[in-house]
């Protein structure tokens, strides 16, 4: 088991910046494979990042690629995601997972249904 709890979200002009984060606790956390994901009011969930257990390999949905960063911390148990030149269209709840992997230290995962453990989520509001 993990525990993820997510903070920073909050309203920013568009154009501006956020940073997420989300801390772990529970089992080691260097075991698990990390992402975010975001859902929009009337939508589904839907991927925006992930890395890996070594954070060396990165995945991004193609709407933040070159906007958003993720990176994780393995001293203070974290991952972050990094948002820049934010737009309406971002604006979500987004919600930290994270996913056991024991065979591979640089796979990375993209879909929902991979991940074990998520977070409550945080809202991030974009205005124009």
């Known amino acids: 088991q993990v525990q993820l709890v997510e903070s920073g979200g909050g309203l920013v002009q568009a154009g501006g910046s956020l940073r997420l984060s989300c801390a772990a606790s529970?089992?080691?956390?260097?075991?698990?494979?990390m992402g975010w994901f975001r859902q929009a009011s009337g939508k589904e969930r839907e991927f925006v990042a992930a890395?890996?257990?070594?954070?060396?390999?990165?995945d991004y949905v193609d709407s933040v690629e070159g906007r958003f960063t993720i990176s994780r911390d393995g001293a203070r148990n974290t991952v972050a995601l990094q948002m820049n030149n934010l737009k309406p269209e971002d604006t979500a709840v987004y919600y930290c997972?994270?996913?056991?992997?024991?065979?591979?230290?640089?796979?990375?995962?993209?879909?929902?249904?991979?991940?074990?453990?998520w977070g409550q989520g945080t809202q991030v509001t974009v205005s124009s």
């Open positions: 529970g089992r080691t956390f260097s075991s698990f494979a």
């Open positions: 890395i890996s257990r070594n954070g060396r390999i990165t």
């Open positions: 997972a994270a996913k056991p992997m024991e065979w591979s230290y640089s796979s990375v995962f993209t879909k929902r249904v991979e991940y074990d453990f």
